[in-house]
């Protein structure tokens, strides 16, 4: 047993045995210690109780079982109990403010559930025959056709399964779209990427062959204008761009980037997660862009916390729409139908591929559909409004002791750094570890990479004033703790949590992933 492992709890009468943060238990009030369910199993205790089979032959076409497969024997309560507390153990958007900036963690309308859960939805098959499922056929073409007004574009490719892939999916697009122009492999080499870019942005580039050439940042946050036209030629196949960008900051030359862009002959990519900041307010077709994800997970609620599931449709202009991956769907006299491959009598051969098993996340479909109809055109307006408007009282409440980075209004999140506490010997974790004692999520740290000790701050429009107040409160207090020489709280914070300080390098470098009979 190391220092993280948590004391036994299984039935011991030897309470000796245990220790705790000032408990015999190992227990904090109603905050229970919980063991993994494999370290609860007790053979020969299972819930159920049947008599042993009798001597009948298997049919299981001499595919007996050898060995008892592992999995561990707990009575039913037991097992109902240990779910429940490692579900108490989740934070999650439900338990209060989850401000993560960059991640966009929004209530999910509970209506969004309970049409997800409809059978029609919940228990399609992807295999079944067209010809039964052309109602959720209808709800993806009525979704896509949501996509396409919103963002003014003629395509929409919807199997992507979160916005990483839905980055690769658009830059396969440019890519084949290049090939096709250039009767052949593209010549075009280089991928423009401003330093503030998400890591999924280079990493796609790269995927896909090409090599990044990094625009750096001017000094108000934005793209540098003449550097990023200094690197612009006709080597360049496209331009990845985030708007609003990684800071939370619009990026005001994007007509002009995306003119520019246009004139040497390359495509411009958006990676639109932050398009919660502006949807209903800015059509992306008008700022000139030919490609762009839009994480439903996102934008339009929808819960993924703990790395899933997520959707990533990618918008398309008209020089990239053939190119779209297979499925697509497409309109017949009296029904809908998916084009699945080259073999498809209707396909003109110019899709560049398959990017994913079946059609797509059908559940998050229906929830995004579910949040936009049930907000309307002008309510996802307000709500881009509202996560606007929330992002600037955190950022006008703190600048007074915690002054933002870049100067200015933001739009969906406030950017801050840890350089106004650069004498307390308190840092950027500190803080967000003391934020968790005071019953909040931390915000992001660390990201944007290119400002040190960067707090990305995203309320979302979900947060009343009142919420918002709370947490304001409360990291205005963290501060002047911090200011006041209370270093000692910040590097042993968080206090009250049942772990406290984790090995993070660790657990990364040397994650344990499989429980193994000690
Ligand atoms: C979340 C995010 C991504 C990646 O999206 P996933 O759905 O997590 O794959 C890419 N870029 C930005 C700016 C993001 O915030």
């Given at each position: 047993?190391?220092?993280?492992?948590?004391?036994?709890?299984?039935?011991?009468?030897?309470?000796?045995?245990?220790?705790?943060?000032?408990?015999?238990?190992?227990?904090?009030?109603?905050?229970?210690?919980?063991?993994?369910?494999?370290?609860?199993?007790?053979?020969?205790?299972?819930?159920?109780?049947?008599?042993?089979?009798?001597?009948?032959?298997?049919?299981?076409?001499?595919?007996?079982?050898?060995?008892?497969?592992?999995?561990?024997?707990?009575?039913?309560?037991?097992?109902?109990?240990?779910?429940?507390?490692?579900?108490?153990?989740?934070?999650?958007?439900?338990?209060?403010?989850?401000?993560?900036?960059?991640?966009?963690?929004?209530?999910n309308?509970r209506l969004n559930e309970k049409m997800a859960r409809l059978p029609g939805f919940a228990d399609v098959?992807?295999?079944?025959?067209?010809?039964?499922?052309?109602?959720?056929?209808?709800?993806?073409?009525?979704?896509?056709?949501?996509?396409?007004?919103?963002?003014?574009?003629?395509?929409?490719?919807?199997?992507?399964?979160?916005?990483?892939?839905?980055?690769?999916?658009?830059?396969?697009?440019?890519?084949?779209?290049?090939?096709?122009?250039?009767?052949?492999?593209?010549?075009?080499?280089?991928?423009?990427?401003?330093?503030?870019?998400?890591?999924?942005?280079?990493?796609?580039?790269?995927?896909?062959?090409?090599?990044?050439?990094?625009?750096?940042?001017?000094?108000?946050?934005?793209?540098?204008?003449?550097?990023?036209?200094?690197?612009?030629?006709?080597?360049?196949?496209?331009?990845?761009?985030?708007?609003?960008?990684?800071?939370?900051?619009?990026?005001?030359?994007?007509?002009?980037?995306?003119?520019?862009?246009?004139?040497?002959?390359?495509?411009?990519?958006?990676?639109?997660?932050?398009?919660?900041?502006?949807?209903?307010?800015?059509?992306?077709?008008?700022?000139?862009?030919?490609?762009?994800?839009?994480?439903?997970?996102?934008?339009?609620?929808?819960?993924?916390?703990?790395?899933?599931?997520?959707?990533?449709?990618?918008?398309?202009?008209?020089?990239?729409?053939?190119?779209?991956?297979?499925?697509?769907?497409?309109?017949?006299?009296?029904?809908?139908?998916?084009?699945?491959?080259?073999?498809?009598?209707?396909?003109?051969?110019?899709?560049?591929?398959?990017?994913?098993?079946?059609?797509?996340?059908m559940g998050?479909?229906v929830r995004?559909?579910s949040?936009?109809?049930?907000?309307?055109?002008?309510?996802?307006?307000?709500?881009?409004?509202?996560?606007?408007?929330?992002?600037?009282?955190?950022?006008?409440?703190?600048?007074?002791?915690?002054?933002?980075?870049?100067?200015?209004?933001?739009?969906?999140?406030?950017?801050?750094?840890?350089?106004?506490?650069?004498?307390?010997?308190?840092?950027?974790?500190?803080?967000?570890?003391?934020?968790?004692?005071?019953?909040?999520?931390?915000?992001?740290?660390?990201?944007?990479?290119?400002?040190?000790?960067?707090?990305?701050?995203?309320?979302?429009?979900?947060?009343?004033?009142?919420?918002?107040?709370?947490?304001?409160?409360?990291?205005?207090?963290?501060?002047?703790?911090?200011?006041?020489?209370?270093?000692?709280?910040?590097?042993?914070?968080?206090?009250?949590?049942?772990?406290?300080?984790?090995?993070?390098?660790?657990?990364?470098?040397?994650?344990?992933?499989?429980?193994?009979?000690?």
């Amino acid at each position: 047993m190391n220092a993280m492992t948590p004391p036994p709890t299984s039935a011991s009468d030897d309470i000796s045995a245990v220790g705790g943060p000032g408990t015999v238990s190992g227990h904090r009030g109603l905050q229970l210690e919980e063991a993994l369910i494999f370290e609860l199993d007790r053979p020969g205790h299972a819930g159920v109780d049947l008599p042993p089979v009798p001597d009948v032959p298997l049919r299981l076409g001499g595919l007996a079982p050898r060995a008892r497969i592992g999995l561990p024997d707990l009575s039913e309560p037991e097992v109902v109990r240990h779910y429940t507390r490692l579900s108490q153990k989740n934070y999650a958007i439900d338990a209060g403010i989850y401000p993560l900036g960059s991640c966009t963690m929004k209530h999910n309308p509970r209506l969004n559930e309970k049409m997800a859960r409809l059978p029609g939805f919940a228990d399609v098959h992807p295999m079944q025959p067209e010809s039964t499922v052309q109602g959720a056929l209808q709800l993806i073409d009525a979704l896509a056709h949501w996509l396409k007004t919103l963002t003014g574009m003629p395509a929409v490719a919807l199997s992507p399964a979160a916005g990483a892939q839905g980055e690769l999916c658009g830059m396969m697009a440019i890519r084949a779209a290049l090939d096709h122009r250039e009767g052949g492999k593209t010549a075009r080499r280089r991928v423009l990427v401003p330093e503030s870019a998400h890591g999924t942005n280079p990493a796609t580039a790269v995927a896909c062959g090409f090599t990044v050439a990094t625009i750096p940042a001017n000094d108000r946050g934005r793209v540098d204008l003449e550097a990023f036209k200094a690197k612009l030629d006709g080597d360049v196949a496209a331009i990845m761009l985030t708007n609003p960008n990684t800071c939370g900051l619009f990026e005001p030359d994007i007509v002009e980037i995306a003119q520019a862009v246009h004139d040497v002959g390359a495509f411009f990519y958006c990676d639109g997660a932050n398009f919660n900041a502006i949807v209903g307010r800015v059509r992306p077709a008008d700022l000139g862009i030919d490609a762009m994800h839009i994480n439903l997970h996102k934008t339009f609620s929808t819960p993924h916390g703990g790395g899933g599931p997520g959707s990533g449709p990618v918008v398309l202009s008209e020089p990239l729409a053939p190119f779209a991956p297979y499925p697509y769907l497409v309109h017949t006299a009296d029904s809908l139908r998916l084009v699945e491959s080259a073999a498809d009598p209707t396909a003109d051969g110019r899709a560049f591929g398959r990017l994913k098993g079946f059609h797509g996340q059908m559940g998050m479909f229906v929830r995004a559909l579910s949040y936009m109809m049930s907000h309307g055109a002008d309510g996802l307006y307000q709500a881009a409004s509202d996560a606007v408007l929330n992002a600037n009282y955190v950022m006008a409440r703190l600048r007074d002791l915690l002054p933002p980075t870049f100067e200015g209004p933001c739009m969906h999140e406030a950017l801050f750094d840890d350089r106004s506490l650069k004498d307390t010997g308190v840092e950027t974790l500190g803080i967000a570890k003391a934020l968790i004692d005071e019953g909040f999520h931390p915000f992001t740290v660390y990201f944007p990479l290119v400002v040190h000790g960067a707090m990305l701050i995203e309320p979302t429009e979900t947060e009343s004033k009142r919420s918002l107040d709370r947490f304001i409160n409360s990291l205005r207090g963290l501060i002047l703790r911090a200011k006041a020489g209370d270093t000692a709280h910040f590097d042993a914070a968080p206090h009250f949590t049942p772990r406290r300080r984790l090995d993070e390098t660790q657990a990364a470098r040397k994650p344990v992933l499989r429980w193994k009979q000690g």
